[in-house]
């Protein structure tokens, strides 16, 4: 049975044509742009879709009356004030692009037979006048709904098309590392303080008068980022997908990934080569013990007492995905836990269960981690994975 919504892409093509029908020229970048940034915005109402559209689709302003027009046409008129100086507290400000008698004026209307349009240009709007709304064109701000519904819905509940879905948009999402400060290297240009060292060795080739001060500055390097997530069976609605976040991660940010069930397996190498499905099926191959029981002390020790003591944990952003469910002894998690919080810049923990209603961190592998975990957050939807990421490229120092 076809997939009943329609592609948010051939919609954006369709604009996009009645666009360029009514004088409008929209190069076919502008209309990848439109499409990504409803996605990742996920406008509900026709008001923030039409600056989400005038923003990515128009960059001259004699344009704005007969995009205004279309626009009303194919999905319809704002009900409410669409001043963006709102949102920044600004409400005094002038609209952009816009006059008092413009179609978008600050009065949040956009009547779609005004005077404004009648002298905007051609009247072959869609070739059916007003009418044009009713022609079988999707509307974007419901597509966007739904866009919004699939980026918050639990991992679990999907079913093989929205998981598919999900993918997609899980692939795209761009892990960054924070920074850390490096060591002082000297410069001739701006810096915040003064070599003085390098300035008076400068300064001897001039007769002792420093004519240029060398200055120095403190480099800016990526921290390391690790990933360990569990695979196993009360985790496997979700091991798929977070596979993906770890491959964005190692091709995106040179992150060290590990899996691990009752032992931690070694996957960087198998994630970033080849294709991405050809990585994610070599990964799991790699863990026999997948989609078994749960020794999550186990496998951080193993990392601590290998690659972790050898400097990869040290100063780096930990991140672990799991629910906590430990089959050993809890205890054992929480010295484990401890020894990685020492060294390591930041521990995020994330944990799908979080997210249902009346959830409390109870588990026993669960409560020993929490107190050496500098971030606990949701893992169950896309929402929450982008949370993850955000969480992540966070530069604020352990609280």
Not at 52 to 64: H, K, Y
Not at 229 to 235: C, I, K, N, P, R
Not at 321 to 330: F, I, L, N
Request: net charge neutral; aromatic share 6%; with cysteine.
């Amino acid at each position: 049975m076809p997939d009943p919504r329609p592609d948010l892409a051939t919609v954006g093509a369709e604009f996009a044509q009645r666009l360029a029908a009514n004088g409008v020229p929209v190069p076919v970048h502008r209309t990848v742009w439109w499409t990504r940034a409803v996605m990742a915005a996920g406008p509900t109402t026709v008001d923030e879709l039409y600056w989400l559209s005038r923003a990515t689709l128009i960059d001259r302003n004699e344009n704005l009356p007969l995009f205004d027009a279309v626009f009303a046409v194919v999905f319809g008129t704002a009900t409410q004030s669409d001043d963006p100086a709102e949102f920044r507290g600004d409400r005094g400000a002038p609209l952009p692009g816009t006059t008092a008698g413009s179609p978008r004026a600050s009065d949040g209307t956009t009547p779609p037979d005004g005077p404004d349009r009648e002298q905007s240009g051609p009247q072959t709007v869609g070739d059916d006048g007003a009418d044009g709304a009713d022609d079988g064109a999707p509307g974007v701000a419901a597509v966007a709904s739904e866009i919004e519904l699939l980026l918050t819905k639990d991992f679990a509940q999907c079913d093989d098309t929205e998981l598919t879905e999900l993918n997609w948009i899980v692939d795209r999402m761009r892990v960054v590392a924070p920074t850390r400060p490096a060591r002082w290297e000297p410069t001739l240009g701006a810096g915040r303080s003064v070599d003085l060292r390098r300035t008076l060795r400068r300064a001897c080739r001039t007769g002792g008068d420093p004519v240029r001060w060398v200055r120095r500055r403190r480099r800016e390097l990526p921290r390391r980022i690790v990933l360990l997530a569990d695979v196993s069976g009360s985790m496997q609605s979700y091991a798929r997908v977070y596979l993906r976040v770890l491959q964005g991660a190692v091709l995106g940010a040179r992150a060290h990934a590990y899996l691990f069930a009752t032992r931690l397996h070694p996957v960087t190498r198998a994630l970033a080569r080849g294709s991405r499905e050809t990585g994610i099926t070599r990964a799991m191959a790699q863990s026999p013990d997948a989609s078994g029981g749960t020794r999550i002390g186990a496998a951080i020790k193993e990392f601590l007492d290998t690659d972790g003591r050898r400097g990869l944990a040290r100063g780096a952003v930990v991140v672990i995905v799991s629910d906590g469910w430990e089959r050993a002894d809890p205890a054992h998690l929480g010295e484990q836990m401890s020894r990685l919080h020492r060294l390591a810049h930041r521990v995020i923990w994330v944990n799908p269960r979080k997210a249902a209603p009346g959830f409390a961190p109870l588990a026993g592998g669960m409560a020993a981690a929490l107190p050496h975990v500098d971030a606990f957050i949701e893992g169950h939807s896309a929402r929450a994975v982008q949370g993850l990421l955000d969480a992540i490229a966070d530069p604020a120092p352990r609280p």
